[in-house]
């Protein structure tokens, strides 16, 4: 597609469930970035994926919090028995190899969870 | 571990003007990227300008350049001929250098009010 895709762009959900975001980075893209941004502050990293496999997920808060992208391109960040403190702008992000080395990261607008 | 400071919440300029956002980073590596993201109010982060600590010479793109001081660890943004369409948050963020972790550590962000 022409940028990072996000879905949905809203969601509220109550304390305890479960939800689902996905993410759909720009096509052919190999490395794609979540970021968890709360009220105020700056973007958090949560995990980093090179083609199907996850590169780093030391930023994922804790087991509640879970990302796969299977095919290497789509990917769903899940979060299990959600909390108020999870309410957030959760962005999703992708380079052709790894942005840092030398591609520029293309973010998506965001998923903007609400816990209530 | 790596972190950034940004000093400033909030900043306003006048159209036309121009107004530099500070930054300072914390961190032991001597190879590392440093970068100025913009995020209007659709949420999406968009790179400014991006510096590699490696090169001594200061990053350019249009009216935007920074003032990068490797020894006092500080990475300032200068925007020149300031418009309406600059407002926006501005968040300063730091990446290792080639080989370490491909994630972004950002600041809290300042805010930058345009006034006509």
């Known amino acids: 597609g022409a940028g990072v895709s996000q879905t949905p762009s809203n969601k509220v959900t109550e304390k305890g469930k479960y939800v689902e975001l996905r993410c759909d980075p720009i096509s052919g893209h190999t490395a794609l970035y979540w970021y968890r941004q709360s009220l105020g502050q700056g973007p958090e990293f949560l995990i980093y994926f090179q083609g199907t496999g996850a590169a780093d997920d030391s930023g994922l808060p804790n087991d509640r919090f879970f990302a796969v992208r299977p095919e290497g391109s789509v990917s769903t960040l899940k979060i299990q028995r959600t909390e108020r403190g999870d309410s957030a702008v959760y962005l999703c992000?992708?380079?052709?190899?790894?942005?840092?080395?030398?591609?520029?990261?293309?973010f998506g607008e965001g998923s903007w969870l609400t816990v209530v | 571990a790596q972190t950034v400071t940004q000093s400033q919440p909030e900043m306003s300029v006048q159209e036309a003007e121009t107004v530099t956002l500070s930054c300072t980073y914390d961190t032991s590596e001597s190879d590392y990227y440093l970068f100025w993201y913009k995020q209007p109010p659709s949420r999406q982060m968009i790179l400014v300008i991006r510096q590699e600590a490696y090169k001594q010479q200061n990053a350019t793109e249009n009216r935007f350049s920074v003032n990068f001081q490797k020894a006092a660890k500080s990475f300032s943004l200068k925007i020149s001929d300031s418009q309406l369409g600059d407002a926006a948050m501005y968040f300063c963020a730091y990446s290792r250098g080639p080989g370490g972790s491909e994630k972004l550590v950002f600041g809290k962000g300042t805010k930058l009010t345009v006034n006509p």
């Open positions: 992000a992708s380079s052709a190899t790894g942005g840092i080395s030398g591609n520029t990261i293309y």
